[in-house]
């Protein structure tokens, strides 16, 4: 499956952005999709993961009631939808896809595929 991430940007803290992650190719649906973020300096860190269904999200801590996760599987799209943004959420943020429809994973060497990163600027 390939994935493309988009919706990145420069927003003041306290806005908003939402970023999409397109798949093509295999079936969308059968993969459980996350977001990973990765800042300057810093390691990769899991932000959010959602299973095939919708049915099950999952949240790191840092983005809790700030972010939300959801899928469009008709449109083979997954976004973030990002809330309340802080200048530590600056990052390089990346949709992966893992193949097992039905586990939420926060570790980001469990996911198969990946897409390019789009970057958000959160300026304080």
């Known amino acids: 499956v390939q994935l493309q991430a988009s919706g990145g940007g420069l927003v003041q803290a306290g806005g908003s952005l939402r970023l999409s992650c397109a798949a093509s190719g295999r079936t969308f649906s059968r993969y459980t999709m996350g977001w990973f973020r990765q800042a300057p300096g810093k390691e990769r860190e899991f932000v959010a993961a959602?299973?095939?269904?919708?049915?099950?999200?999952y949240y790191a801590d840092s983005v809790k009631g700030r972010f939300t996760i959801s899928r469009d599987n008709a449109k083979n799209t997954v976004y973030l939808q990002m809330n309340s943004l802080k200048p530590e959420d600056t990052a390089v943020y990346s949709c992966?896809?893992?193949?097992?429809?039905?586990?939420?994973?926060?570790?980001?060497?469990?996911?198969?595929?990946w897409g390019q990163g789009t970057l958000v600027t959160v300026s304080s």
């Open positions: 959602i299973t095939m269904s919708g049915g099950s999200t």
């Open positions: 992966a896809a893992k193949s097992d429809p039905h586990v939420i994973e926060t570790q980001h060497r469990l996911y198969d595929y």
